[in-house]
Each structure stands twice: as C-alpha cells, then as structure tokens.
C-alpha cells in the first residue's frame, strides 16, 4: 500500500500556494463579496493550540465562500501594541519594539506553515506609524466631534510602586506586587464619551440577536445597563436641594433616610463641622478599598451621618443624610433615597443605624424576607390617616411609579429618567508601548492638537531607558520628546505623555484591512463600502462586552462622521470554545500545556487541524486528551488513496455512472453547505467521512455485493467532491488528491461540486389504495405525483378494478403521493 508523506506534501504545496495567490480579494472583483474577520493576535510568542483552533474554524467559513464563488476579504494582522508585549518586553529584559516584532515573524512564518487562507497582502501592524497614524487622527476627530475629552478621576494607587494599578492587581486592598496598602489618587486622564453611543449601542443588539451569540449579547446589554426610573429632588437648607435616581420612585412614602457616596464631593460638601472629623476618619478607610469590594453584598453595613437633614417632596418630612461606601460616586447622581422596605442594602443599613422602616409594597402572603421589591399594591402611600397631596394607595408598581412621576413633575421637585450603567472610556495608560496622544499642553492655549500634517506623532524609541510602569508614563522623562513649541504661540509648551488604551488600536483595524495601505485616510471609504459588514466575526468569548462594544461604538461614529454606510460593523458572530487538556485549562504550573509545534511535527497541519474542526461544536470545548490525531490522519491517508485508485479520466462525464453512489455524493454536498451556514462543522466532516467509507466500498466490493470498481465514473464523482470538501479543514491532502486526479492547483478554488438536483429527491414513494378503508393496492409513484394523476393511475390498476367490481364509485380521496381513498 502506498504510504502518504505528510511532511513531503506539505513541503511541495507551500511555495505554489506562495505563487499562485489563491486567496488575494479584490473589491474590483463582479463576483459578490464576502468579509472574513476572525480576532488579530497579540504577539506574545509563538502561536499556541488556541490559535490553531479558531483560526481552523474561521478557515472553513473562508475557504467556503471561496468555493461558493465569493469574492472573500479573509485578512490577518497584529495587536501589536499593548500591555502584553510590553509586560513581557520588560520581563525578557528586551525593548518591546524588537521583541515585539520578531514575534510578529515567528507567528506569520506559523501561520504560513499552517495554511489558513489569508490574504497576507493586507498585513497590518497596529504599532506601525502608518496604522496609528490614522489612530491618531481618529482621536482628534473625535475630539473635534466633543467625543474625546479629559477629566479627573480616580484610580488605584501604590504608594510604595509608586505606580497606578488596574482592578485586577488590587487584592483585598493590596498591591498585588508588594502588598502596601493601595490608595486612590485623582488623575487627569483621557475619555472617549461612549455613553453617548449607549441608547443606540443597546437598540442595535436586537438587530444583532439573531446572528450573535446570546450570551454576547446579554453580556453587553448588561453592560449598559439601561434602567428607567426618577430624578428626585430633596431639599435642604443652606444648600442646592439633593438629587437622587432612584428606579423605585413609587416607594417615596417609605423613604426614611438618604445616602450619598462617602467620597464623593457632596458628601465633603454636606457635612457639618460636628460631624467632619468621624466623617474624615470614614471616608480614609473606604478610600483603600477596589470598588469590586464596594460592590460585594457580604460585607458589612457602615456609615457616617453627615449631620443634615432633607425634606422629603412628597411628604415633607425631615430625613436624615448619612455618608455610606454602598453608593457609587459615579452612578446616577451618586445619591440615594434609602427605601428599607424595598432595598436590601437600605434594609441593612436601617436596621444597623437604627432608622425606621416602613414598607410601601404589600408584600405576598407569606412572604418572610425583609426587603421586597416585587409587585404588589402599594400601601402606606400615605399610611392610613395621614393627609398628603399624592395618594397612590391600592396602585401597582407600574402606575404608583408613574402616577408619582407626574406628581413630581407637575410640582417640579423631580423628573422622570433613564439611566446608563455604562461609563466613559478612558483611555489613558501611563504606559510607554501604545499610540502616543497627539495633544500638546501649553500654559497660554491649553490643549493644543498636534497638527494633521504633523502625524504620524511617533513613539520615540528610548532605547536604554526604564520603561517599567511608575505611575506616570516612560515619556515624561523624555524631555527630548516631550519638551516643544506650542503649535498655536510658539511658546513652551509639553507633549502629552500617556499612551492609548490598545482597546482603542483595535476599534477599527478590519476597517484598514479594507485599504491597507492607503495614504489619505485611516481608510478607503469606496473600499469599506464595498466590504464593510464583516460577515462573520471568529472569536474568543473573552471579547465579549469591551473589545466588541468599542469597535461597534467607532462604527457608529464613523458612519456620522460620513465614512461609512453602516452602523454595526460584525453582522454575525461565532465564539469558538478553548482547548484544554486533562480537562483543565492548559497552564504552566500544571504542566499540562500542549505544544502545537510539537503536534504539528507529528501528525501534520491537516490532521491537528482535521482535529481541532471534528471535535465538536465549534463553541464547546476541546480537551485535546481526548482528541485522536492519529486518527485524524489515518482517514486523511483513507481519503487521499482514493484519489490514486481512480482510474477514469479527468473530465469523465458522471452521467451512467453506479447512482448509489452518486446519490451518496449528492446528498454529502447538499448537506455539506446546510451544516456549515450553521456552523456545524463537526458534522459536516462526519459526512465527508462518509461518503470516503461509501467511495471505498464502490471500489473494492464486487459487483454483487454493489460494488463498481474504480474505473466507474461514480467514483471520481465522489473523490472530487471528497477532495473539494476537504480542501476547507485539510488543504494539503486535498490539493495532493486533486493532482492525483488530474486537476491543476488549486483545489481551493476548484468551486462548489456541482450535483444533479434530481440525485438528490427520494426516486419513488408507495401509494396506498384503499376502498372502503381496506387497503386493495399498493403503486410505486414520484413523490412530486399530481392528484389528478395519481387518482387516474389508482382507479386503473387492475386489482382496483377487481375490488371495485362494476360498481359506481361515488367519492375519491386524494392525498399525493401517499393515499387514495376510493368510497363505491
Ligand atoms: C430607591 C429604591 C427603592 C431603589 C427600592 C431600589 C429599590 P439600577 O437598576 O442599577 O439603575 N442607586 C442609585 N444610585 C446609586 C449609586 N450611585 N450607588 C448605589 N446604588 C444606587 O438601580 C438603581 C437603584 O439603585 C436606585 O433605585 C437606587 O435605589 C440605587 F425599593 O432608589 B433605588
């Protein structure tokens, strides 16, 4: 038997792919396009089994629509800059720039190797001044749009690192590195305005639910977090009244106190000398703690009373205002209405400081808890006796919100409003590898925007010096750098010196890829007309709510901005599973990594591949453990002997040809198309499997037991398909068969197997004849059998005619093709 070189094959095919150029698109193309994106990497290494499996996935899509005669747009690049190359720059003691981009040629010589059909004309890097060029324009635009802009805000701090840390390196309050006790400090920093966006950014996603992943789209309507409710403002004397948002503006009559964020500047505001100190001692406590502390249900109730009180608008009692860590400064107003009987953080604060509580809903029967905030009656709105100008007793929740609404609006002490969980972006890193902000500080004009003409603003490269994180970016200790003429009056003026958020290099890359190289824009608007939506978006479910949501934001813009035609730049969206090993995450310190290279070198690219795409639905998990890739091979040496056992000629017209066989083939191409639209690519090699166990059968078996031996034109029929559908999951032995079978390269765009449509339907059906319910007949008909025809045929038959007997048949029922029912 002949053996199958996996290493000769793929040796041999690589440099004729190189010539040939397969997978080049053009927009000027008259064939429909089809836009390819699957998630660019950052390079950190060398490629690992992750890559190998989404990139496995996204390339039957690809490959695919080549074959279904598309136009296709399949592109790759890298997240070159960032926080990842940068960290492990710093770790390998290198400059991110050099260890930066030899990655970069580690992963495209990988992904050359593993033959995915990328249109490497289109390569792009994001830490290239020609890409963050247009990053930096894009940034000014939106400045000029008042959609970029600076404020001060807190952020973690370490006293000892001297360094701002992100969320995740604070833990239990402490730095994670050196375990001083973080702090927050205010820094002026940079904010794309999202929240702008934020109504649109949540109406679009019904639009998207159909083609998106649920879980995507749940996770970013989360995200935003619309809620409905009111603005309600309190009274109170020798200050602006105090405005509170509030969901549950139906519970006013059981307001009993309000809370506002301990460090917020109302609270400093509010307190009373009496009171200042207690408040200070609290508000420095809180101040260590991350806001995902602040945030937790299980820690304990604390507060300081602030010493005021304000007047609630509906019942004109006095409350008292407190100081509490439980409300956020940045949401809503930051200043709550504390509702003890509906809210279960205020139940618990009521119930520590010793406030009352009155509860407004009529809670089930039965019910045991203490807040309730589900539907109900209202009740003691106002309590039994009480006079007051709004009465909402008796109401559910919707009409006593909107009832009390009005009353507040009428009165003109509250409003009703919508609220946004999601927040500004801010964009700012005080970090050395990303896009340098192009805005100049002088003391006379301010914020100076470097001039268009000036960019690119380049990174300097400060070879040699520290570039560990400080708190304050690399940069503004490059007085060379920093350090210039103010584009407006010439005097002294600073470069701003943080870097940008990489979230914000990849809000727009598949747009470039559109016109990579073009020198006018940051794009091609007549090109990314012609490719924009992305058709589908391959991906990790990791990019669910930031990565995704930027980069439709920036769509957004850009479409107002005139640029683009559309406003949602993914139309579909595929999340692959992970790949594990031993059923956990692969990780150094289990030492249960698999190395893809060492894979590759023993089993091929088309057998990891092969493996990676049958273990399952794309979404669910891999755990290469339990994967077989020898197997996986073995089939490919099945599938590729079929192409050296055919013996008709390349050409050979099907026709004549064993129809068990065509039809297994027929039916194998039709399905093949229906499970990848839907992304069960798993199947669908389970049915190329097949029809290679069916072909081999044709050809070994004797005629008796239904074999036709390889000379049937039937069997090349089915090698070419097995070849062309395998040419999406394992293109190396798919272009070897399609050489042995005669055919030029390459088999990557040979285009779809034509099948005979009438292969494909049932050939005959049995119709039932019946008279008087009995059954007197059975006929072989077409399943497409017209009543008319089918009655005639019926009532022609000879044993019908016996049944029948001469006497008049009074009625006949015809349900084609299945049944006749003959009443005499
Ligand atoms: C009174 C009330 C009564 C509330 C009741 C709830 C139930 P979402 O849906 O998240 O928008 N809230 C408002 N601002 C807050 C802040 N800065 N920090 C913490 N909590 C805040 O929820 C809005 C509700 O969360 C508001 O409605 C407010 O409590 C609280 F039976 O007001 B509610």
């Not at 009465?391 to 409003?417: P, S």
């Not at 600073?494 to 990849?506: A, C, E, I, L």
């Not at 994967?627 to 050409?651: I, N």
Request: include cysteine; proline fraction near 6%; glycine fraction near 8%.
């Amino acid at each position: 038997q002949e053996t199958y070189d996996v290493e000769a094959v793929q040796e041999k095919w690589l440099p004729v792919w190189d010539e040939l150029q397969p997978f080049r698109a053009d927009e000027d193309s008259p064939r429909e396009k089809k836009y390819a994106l699957t998630m660019f990497p950052y390079p950190s290494g060398d490629l690992h089994m992750g890559h190998a499996e989404v990139t496995a996935l996204h390339d039957v899509v690809a490959r695919y629509w080549w074959q279904r005669g598309f136009e296709v747009l399949n592109p790759m690049g890298w997240d070159s800059f960032g926080l990842p190359a940068e960290n492990a720059a710093i770790r390998n003691d290198e400059h991110p720039a050099t260890y930066t981009y030899a990655n970069i040629e580690t992963q495209y010589e990988s992904f050359k190797r593993y033959g995915i059909s990328f249109d490497w004309s289109r390569r792009l890097h994001t830490s290239d001044p020609e890409y963050y060029r247009w990053t930096q324009w894009l940034f000014l635009k939106f400045r000029e749009r008042g959609l970029a802009y600076r404020k001060n805000s807190p952020v973690n701090w370490c006293p000892n690192d001297q360094t701002v840390l992100a969320n995740e390196q604070v833990v239990d309050g402490k730095c994670e590195r050196c375990g001083a006790d973080v702090t927050k400090r205010e820094l002026t920093q940079w904010y794309f305005k999202i929240t702008e966006y934020a109504q649109e950014l949540l109406d679009c996603l019904d639009d998207l639910e159909p083609t998106w992943p649920t879980r995507v789209v749940t996770a970013q309507r989360n995200w935003i977090g619309r809620s409905e409710g009111a603005h309600v403002d309190f009274a109170v004397e020798g200050h602006d009244p105090i405005t509170v948002y509030t969901t549950r503006p139906d519970t006013i009559f059981g307001t009993t106190f309000m809370v506002v964020a301990v460090d917020s500047a109302l609270a400093e505001e509010l307190v009373t000398d009496g009171q200042r100190a207690a408040f200070e001692t609290y508000r420095d406590e809180i101040r260590k703690e991350t806001e995902i502390e602040r945030l937790s249900t299980d820690r304990p109730t604390s507060g300081v009373d602030l010493g005021v009180t304000a007047t609630n608008p509906v019942t004109g009692t006095q409350i008292p205002v407190w100081a509490t860590d439980y409300v956020l400064a940045d949401y809503g107003t930051g200043a709550v209405m504390g509702v003890p009987g509906g809210d279960q953080r205020d139940w618990e604060f009521a119930t520590v400081m010793g406030l009352e509580i009155i509860r407004t809903t009529q809670t089930p029967e039965g019910f045991e808890g203490e807040s309730y905030n589900g539907e109900g009656p209202a009740i003691n709105s106002p309590a039994p006796g009480v006079d007051a100008p709004l009465d909402i007793n008796g109401l559910g929740v919707a009409e006593a919100k909107r009832a009390t609404i009005d009353f507040l609006e009428q009165r003109g002490t509250g409003k009703g409003a919508v609220n946004f969980r999601l927040r500004d972006w801010l964009l700012s890193r005080q970090r050395y590898w990303g896009v340098p902000i192009p805005i100049i500080h002088c003391e006379k004009d301010g914020e100076v925007a470097v001039p268009y003409d000036q960019l690119p603003l380049e990174l300097p490269e400060l070879r040699g010096a520290d570039l560990k994180p400080k708190g304050v970016s690399p940069l503004a200790a490059a007085s060379e750098w920093v350090d210039v003429a103010c584009p407006t009056c010439g005097g002294p003026a600073k470069r701003d010196s943080d870097t940008m958020d990489t979230f914000v290099d990849s809000s727009w890359y598949f747009l470039r890829y559109c016109s990579p190289t073009y020198t006018d824009g940051p794009f091609d608007v007549e090109k990314a007309r012609a490719w924009m939506p992305a058709d589908i978006y391959v991906g990790g479910v990791e990019h669910a709510v930031l990565h995704l949501l930027y980069a439709r934001f920036f769509t957004k813009v850009l479409r107002d901005m005139g640029m683009l035609d559309v406003g949602e730049p993914f139309a579909a969206q595929l999340n692959q599973g992970i790949v594990i090993n031993q059923g956990k995450k692969m990780s150094k310190s289990l030492g249960n990594g698999v190395s893809l290279g060492d894979q590759l070198a023993a089993y091929g690219v088309d057998a990891v591949r092969l493996t990676l795409v049958f273990a399952g639905p794309p979404e669910d998990d891999i755990d290469w453990a339990d994967m077989s890739p020898a197997g996986s091979l073995r089939f490919l040496q099945r599938a590729w002997r079929l192409s050296g056992d055919v013996t008709s000629a390349p050409g050979t017209a099907p026709e004549g040809g064993d129809v068990a066989l065509r039809r297994a083939t027929a039916h194998t191409v039709h399905e093949a198309a229906e499970l990848i639209e839907g992304y069960r690519f798993n199947v669908m090699v389970a049915r190329v499997m097949e029809l290679v166990n069916a072909t081999r059968k044709a050809i070994d078996l004797p005629e008796s037991r239904g074999g036709c031996g390889p000379a049937d034109p039937a069997v090349r029929e089915a090698t070419e398909a097995v070849a062309i559908l395998l040419s999406l999951v394992a293109p190396f032995t798919a272009e070897e068969m399609w050489e042995r079978l005669g055919h030029r390269p390459t088999v990557a765009r040979a285009g779809w197997p034509a099948v005979d449509p009438g292969l494909l339907v049932e050939e005959s059906v049995t119709a039932v004849v019946q008279i008087q319910g009995k059954v007197k007949a059975r006929l072989e008909v077409a399943p497409d059998i017209a009543e008319a025809d089918l009655e005639q045929l019926a009532l022609a038959d000879p044993d019908v005619v016996k049944a029948i007997d001469g006497r008049p048949v009074r009625k006949v029922i015809v349900r084609a093709p299945k049944l006749v029912n003959v009443v005499v």
